[in-house]
C-alpha cells in the first residue's frame, strides 16, 4: 500500500485552512465596524467577509469566459443587487438571514463548477446569478447595520461588491494564453469544492456541551 504523496498534506491543510475562514462567524465580530462610519462598516464588511468575496472571485472567473461586453452589465447587476440586497435583508430579520450562509455556500458551488467548465449559459444565466448573488450577499450583510445607516451601508458595501468584481475580471482577463485558462479553471474548481464543504458544513447540527 502506497504512503500518501509528500505533496497532499499541506493542500490538505491549505483546503480545511480555507474552509474555517469560510465559515461565517457570528455578528459579533462585526461590532468593531461601527466606530468607522456607516458607509466604510459597508465596505469592510465585504472585504472581511470571506465567504463573499469567494462567491465574487469565482463570478469573475466565470465572466471571464464570456465575451467582455457582459462585464460592465454583470458588474451593473450585482452592485444594484447587493444595494437592494442589504434592504431586503434587514426586512427579513435576523431569524431568515441564517439561511444566507447556505445560500452562498451554494452560489460558490455553482459559479465554480461554471468557471471550471467553461460553461456558457447565456447572459441571461451569468447575469441572473450575479444578481441573486449580490441580493444575497447584501442580505448576508444586513446583520451588521444595527446602530448605522442603512442606506450608507449599502453603498459602501455595494461599491466594494462591484469594485472586488472588477478587478477579478480585469485580473483574469490577463490570462489569455492557455496555461492562464487553465489556472482559472483550476481556481474556480477549489471554489467549488470549498464552497460544498462549507455549504455540507452549514447543515451539521451545532455540538450541545454539558
Do not use: K
Request: proline content about 3%.
Amino acid at each position: 500500500m502506497g504512503m500518501p504523496g509528500p505533496n497532499r498534506a499541506p493542500r490538505r491543510s491549505l483546503l480545511l485552512g480555507c474552509i474555517a475562514w469560510l465559515i461565517p462567524a457570528t455578528a459579533d465580530a462585526h461590532t468593531g465596524l461601527a466606530g468607522i462610519g456607516s458607509f466604510w462598516a459597508g465596505v469592510a464588511h465585504l472585504l472581511t467577509s470571506l465567504d463573499q468575496l469567494a462567491f465574487l472571485v469565482g463570478l469573475a472567473i466565470w465572466a471571464s469566459f464570456y465575451d467582455r461586453r457582459f462585464d460592465a452589465r454583470v458588474i451593473a447587476a450585482a452592485f444594484g443587487a447587493a444595494f437592494i440586497g442589504v434592504f431586503l435583508g434587514v426586512r427579513l430579520g435576523a431569524a431568515a438571514r441564517l439561511d444566507m450562509a447556505a445560500a452562498l455556500a451554494a452560489l460558490m458551488v455553482v459559479v465554480g463548477l461554471a468557471g471550471a467548465l467553461r460553461l456558457r449559459a447565456g447572459a441571461v444565466s451569468l447575469l441572473g446569478l450575479a444578481a441573486v448573488g449580490g441580493l444575497i450577499v447584501g442580505a448576508a450583510a444586513a446583520e451588521a447595520t444595527p446602530g448605522l445607516s442603512v442606506a450608507l451601508f449599502s453603498l459602501g458595501g455595494a461599491i466594494a461588491t462591484a469594485s472586488v468584481l472588477s478587478y477579478g475580471v480585469l485580473a483574469t482577463r490577463r490570462l489569455d494564453l492557455e496555461w492562464g485558462r487553465i489556472a482559472r479553471r483550476a481556481g474556480a474548481s477549489w471554489i467549488a469544492a470549498i464552497g460544498l464543504m462549507v455549504l455540507a458544513l452549514s447543515f451539521v447540527p451545532p455540538t450541545r456541551h454539558g
